[in-house]
């Protein structure tokens, strides 16, 4: 089992930068993949960004160039920075884990969230205009 634990979100206006993490507890050495989504009011969850063990990362074309995902391995940490932000980058953020070995391609290439079986609490990120 593994459980993931988000740090809090918060409110920025437009162009500000936050910061989310997600720390990971358990049986963490299993985990191929850990990755970003979110969910806006009336919109489907989405993925955002993901990044495997190796390092590899995948970006959503949306956040390219404004985000960037990051991992500490040493403190089984996940970090999401998120830069420039827009309004539209409002919605409950969510970081996720799983250990299927096809879960690099399945948050923004072939979404297949049905990959990632571990999920953190969410967290609001709110950016006003």
């Known amino acids: 089992q593994v459980q993931l634990v988000e740090s809090e979100g918060g409110s920025v206006q437009a162009g500000g930068s936050l910061r989310l993490s997600c720390a990971a507890f358990?049986?963490?050495?299993?985990?191929?993949?850990m990755a970003w989504f979110r969910q806006a009011p009336g919109k489907e969850r989405e993925g955002v960004a993901v990044?495997?063990?190796?390092?590899?990362?995948r970006y959503a074309d949306s956040v390219k160039g404004r985000f960037t995902i990051s991992q500490d391995n040493v403190k089984n940490t996940l970090y999401l920075h998120m830069n420039s932000l827009k309004p539209e980058d409002t919605a409950m953020y969510y970081c996720?884990?799983?250990?299927?070995?096809?879960?690099?391609?399945?948050?923004?290439?072939?979404?297949?969230?049905?990959?990632?079986?571990?999920w953190g609490q969410g967290t609001q990120v709110t950016v006003s205009s």
């Open positions: 358990g049986y963490t050495y299993s985990i191929s993949c």
């Open positions: 996720a884990a799983s250990m299927n070995p096809a879960c690099l391609m399945a948050v923004v290439d072939i979404p297949e969230q049905w990959m990632y079986s571990y």
């Open positions: 990044i495997d063990s190796d390092g590899r990362t």
